[in-house]
């Protein structure tokens, strides 16, 4: 018998195995996926993390404070339930966590990170609103893997101190309750499949199994790969009516399935209805898994126009605020947009998400950095190939060409070619001066004033028409699903709570399944790294509890 059983072998389950066995604690972590899925969606992430006042930032010339993130998470957070009360407290517990021994944590066991720290989800309206004032989104060299591996190194030696067994193709089906406490987990065994990660993989069950626990930790990710689930609890009233088309961030196995077993077991969930999509998805024209969607990690200088055709207005401009987006996108009555852009824009500052689209920096050698950002000519190799083979993109040499291959695309929602050029020409005489009346001209021109920006990820400002910055790109992007920021309802430490409040013996919870740590420690906005910091943060806190 184990003294603790871990569901899920993602970022979270790795953390909190790694801890509970580094107590002396004996572990059984069970995965309905194959051995080589081990490590879950954080694999396949870019690595980003969420730090405050580091080394990286100080040397990029940030000035940053735990006073500021604290007003930044707040801002964006906009907690206004009763139930906010754990999530709130989690949040200011993994701010302490981000501004004080968390990247030593990590330094120590293995982690780095690129030197030039990101500006993600920068908010563009008021100071006390959503959004990170500074750049504090840190790439771990290696992306994903590379934030995988030092948990996955330590567990692994824990299977082979005895500490830890692993169980593969595992789904589990019900928790044993008893007198109203969880005492271990009964469920199906899956036959084998070596189908490689992220592929869709065999339901034939081959047998059952029964394991008997003191505690169990439930770390089964989201529901994002469960499109009808997410429209159940889409949040038309806030954000618009769900989409009937999207496109899949994450493998279909990634289904909610666990987070509906502790419910009907006992277990409260809250905040169901705070999710993170993104406005910015690409079908993948080389898929891993069923509707496999790309996000694009777009710099600021792209022309944003919603599928009517009109220009999309402060703050809803590229890296700004994606939820806002998404409420402005999905009130024109379709599901898709567009970015107009020249090759000068695509070659500076297109970025693809995911481990698998940064070779580079997955590869954590700087010469491999230096060859494709700074050396090379034209955009990255896997931007190039999905404007080569991507369904979403039209390559034009003239705006006419351009608008007749976006019509061409949507034919259902055509765009005319009068109001685009209007838009775009009127965008460009903004360009000759150093001031302007046009926010997203200025909002580059502040992008620029960060040399991090500068130097990777923000154009020179230019005409989009003239000739000399082309040829013209127009992108379709879709929405695409990714993140819950609701789940199952736990307090700081990771115990799991019933519906009215009260704590649900020998359960516990980490991860998305618990909104990244007690239910939605984001409230309602992400500000970005802070889903693979949650994972982390949320891992430790159950691992070191049970």
Not at 169 to 183: C, F
Not at 212 to 232: L, N, Y
Not at 488 to 503: M, N
Request: one cysteine or more; proline letters at 5%.
């Amino acid at each position: 018998m184990s003294d603790v059983i871990i569901v899920g072998g993602g970022l979270a389950g790795l953390v909190a195995a790694n801890e509970a066995a580094s107590r002396g604690r004996k572990v059984l972590l069970l995965d309905q996926e194959g051995e080589q899925s081990l490590g879950g969606q954080a694999f396949w992430s870019l690595g980003g993390l969420f730090m405050v006042d580091t080394p990286e930032q100080r040397r990029m010339g940030i000035k940053d404070s735990p006073e500021l993130a604290f007003n930044d998470w707040m801002g964006s957070a906009q907690f206004d339930r009763p139930e906010d009360a754990n999530p709130r407290k989690v949040a200011e517990a993994y701010l302490e966590f981000a501004s004080g021994e968390m990247r030593s944590w990590l330094q120590s066991i293995g982690m780095r990170w690129f030197p030039i720290v990101g500006w993600a989800e920068r908010g563009g309206e008021m100071a006390h609103g959503h959004g990170n004032s500074v750049p504090r989104f840190h790439i771990t060299w290696g992306t994903g893997p590379g934030v995988v591996a030092p948990f996955e190194r330590l567990v692994r030696e824990h299977v082979s101190g005895g500490r830890v067994a692993l169980a593969f193709r595992r789904k589990v089906t019900d928790l044993i309750v008893e007198n109203g406490v969880v005492k271990g987990v009964r469920g199906q065994v899956l036959s084998e499949d070596g189908a490689e990660r992220g592929k869709s993989t065999s339901r034939e069950v081959v047998g059952d199994f029964e394991h008997r626990a003191e505690a169990v930790v439930i770390t089964s990710g989201g529901i994002g790969g469960d499109h009808d689930m997410v429209r159940r609890y889409w949040p038309e009233a806030r954000l618009g009516k769900a989409p009937k088309r999207m496109v899949a961030g994450v493998p279909d196995y990634v289904d909610g399935q666990m987070q509906r077993v502790a419910e009907g077991a006992g277990a409260g969930i809250i905040n169901g209805d705070r999710m993170w999509h993104y406005t910015e998805g690409l079908a993948n024209w080389d898929p891993i898994w069923p509707n496999h969607g790309i996000r694009i990690l777009p710099g600021p200088s792209s022309m944003w126009f919603d599928a009517l055709g009109d220009r999309m207005e402060a703050p809803y401009l590229p890296g700004f605020d994606s939820l806002g987006t998404l409420k402005r996108i999905l009130s024109t009555g379709h599901e898709h947009s567009w970015f107009i852009l020249t090759q000068k824009i695509i070659e500076k500052e297109f970025a693809l998400s995911g481990s698998e689209q940064n070779p580079d920096l997955t590869s954590g050698k700087w010469s491999e950095v230096i060859k494709r950002r700074l050396m090379n000519k034209g955009a990255p190799g896997p931007v190039e190939a999905f404007k080569e083979h991507g369904e979403d993109f039209v390559v034009a040499n003239s705006l006419e060409e351009l608008v007749a291959g976006m019509n061409k695309i949507t034919p259902d929602a055509p765009v005319t070619l009068e109001k685009i050029r209007s838009q775009i020409e009127a965008r460009d005489a903004q360009i000759d001066n150093e001031y302007c009346k046009d926010a997203q001209v200025t909002s580059i021109r502040g992008a620029r004033n960060y040399r991090g920006d500068r130097l990777i990820r923000t154009a020179k400002p230019h005409r989009i028409l003239d000739p000399r910055n082309g040829p013209l790109i127009a992108v379709r992007l879709n929405i695409l699903t990714r993140k819950s920021l609701g789940g199952l309802h736990t307090d700081v430490t990771g115990q799991v709570l019933r519906p009215d409040g009260s704590a649900f013996e020998g359960l516990f919870a980490a991860g998305e399944v618990a909104g990244f740590g007690g239910g939605g420690y984001h409230g309602y906005n992400a500000l970005e790294g802070t889903f693979l910091g949650g994972c982390i943060f949320s891992g430790r806190a159950a691992g070191r509890s049970v």
